[in-house]
């Protein structure tokens, strides 16, 4: 733990207790080394966070009096590659750009609080999809023109 962390007062996690954990004047068990209490846990130092944030939402989970979580909404690019997947069924054009947004939407939200993953896979999808049938569509009429 950094001195830049904060520490409850009068408490040093450097350093084992001391005192055991029973109540004062209650007989301390020999040989249990935490007078009967549970060992703490290896898995958890005092230096641990309870969860994991990325320094862009530190201010926003851990700046009010308690511990907020923040507010579940969906990510902008993940909506707007859905968005122009749907679109993407009548022009052809759009599935294009559905799929570069719907990778940057995946790549935004690895590292992000926000929700809308699952947007982005759908409309990374249509665009795939729709990009091979209108494909499919223009290699058709190209071989039907050279035939008539």
Not at 47 to 59: L, N, Q
Request: charged content about 15%; some cysteine; glycine content about 14%.
């Amino acid at each position: 733990m950094d001195d830049g962390q904060w520490r409850a007062p009068g408490r040093d996690d450097r350093a084992p207790r001391a005192e055991p954990y029973a109540p004062a004047g209650a007989p301390v068990p020999v040989g249990e080394p935490y007078g009967g209490a549970p060992a703490p846990s290896p898995y958890v130092t005092p230096s641990s966070s309870a969860f994991g944030t990325s320094e862009r939402h530190r201010e926003r989970v851990l700046g009010g009096a308690g511990y907020d979580s923040p507010a579940y909404r969906n990510d902008r690019v993940a909506v707007t590659t859905m968005v122009f997947g749907v679109l993407g069924v009548v022009v052809p054009g759009l599935c294009l750009v559905a799929i570069a947004f719907g990778h940057l939407g995946l790549h935004r939200l690895r590292t992000s609080y926000e929700g809308g993953r699952g947007l982005a896979v759908a409309g990374l999808a249509l665009g795939y999809a729709m990009t091979a049938v209108w494909t499919g569509l223009f290699l058709l009429f190209l071989s039907a023109r050279t035939l008539i």
